[in-house]
């Protein structure tokens, strides 16, 4: 798989934010240095090779629906490979899996790897290198509601500019994709600027949650609402989070997510 790119210099998230019309984005991925094919094998590990759809269709066009559980793995500049987990759907689920998604692959591959969520004017994103945490962030609007780095000191400013800074910073691109699903199963939407030299790779997840349902009950006691990202920012108690920011947002609320 080979994309190409306008511009010589990586534009983290410009692309990819273009697809929510100036709207609120609501997003979950994963970025990782390897190529696709090292991402997507890893997948298959996990799920199983009958989940991958190869040489998935490809069109030039703006999508027209949300596509629950279907992931794409796309190259994401020069070295990085993009794993999109959701695009307008967003939940604790993702809060859960990412951050553990991408410390596996980054300690599995020896390289870094991101994970980014937003939702409703908030988010966060982790980073690390070689399965270990080096630098972690959440915003609320350009609010900075919580900043850690083995990297550097804490920007003045939060918000999705602080996460695109990074992903350029990277030498990421995420492109503009959007997985969908018609009658002859999955395939890619692709708008902008990007543009694919082959067929993409899809993973059909249909019916398997990305965190399996007996750990989220394992930790329910209660069947309260499901918490979005900006709640779970508002969480603040003063002390210092875990291992995972992501994951210590919806741990706040433990007990709490899931019916």
């Keep these: 798989m080979s994309t190409s790119f306008e511009a010589v210099a990586p534009r983290g998230l410009e692309l990819f934010l273009r697809l929510f019309g100036g709207g609120e984005p609501s997003f ?13 094998a890893a997948f ?20 027209t629906a949300r596509a629950a559980q279907i ?34 692959l980054s300690e599995t591959s020896g390289r870094r790897a991101l994970a980014i969520c937003a939702d409703a004017g908030a988010g966060a994103f982790e980073l690390y290198e070689a399965g270990e945490l080096v630098e972690r962030s959440g915003w609320r609007g350009s609010e900075l509601t919580h900043f850690e780095s083995l990297r550097r000191e ?21 492109p503009a994709v959007r997985p969908q699903r018609d009658d002859d199963g999955p395939w890619l939407a692709v708008s902008g600027e990007t543009t694919f030299g082959e067929d993409a790779t899809l993973l059909d997840l249909g019916g398997s949650p990305l965190v399996a349902d007996a750990t989220i009950r394992e930790a329910s006691n209660d069947a309260l609402p499901r918490p979005t990202i900006e709640s779970a920012v508002d969480q603040d108690d003063g002390a ?20």
Excluded at 45 to 60: C, K, L, S
Excluded at 84 to 96: F, M, T
């Design 28 to 40: 979950a991925l994963v970025a990782v240095e390897v190529a696709p094919g090292m991402a997507v």
């Design 44 to 63: 298959a590990d996990r799920f199983g090779p009958g989940r991958i759809v190869t040489a998935a269709r490809v069109r030039q066009a703006q999508a």
């Design 71 to 104: 992931v794409a793995v796309v190259p994401a500049g020069a070295r990085w490979s993009a794993v999109l987990h959701s695009i307008d759907q967003v939940g604790p689920d993702h809060l859960i899996a990412l951050p553990e998604e991408a410390r596996d």
């Design 154 to 174: 804490a920007p003045s400013a939060g918000g999705l500019e602080l996460a695109g800074a990074l992903c350029c910073e990277l030498g990421l691109e995420v």
């Design 240 to 259: 210092r989070p875990g291992p995972s920011f992501l994951r210590g947002m919806l741990l706040k609320l433990v007990g709490r997510v899931f019916d």
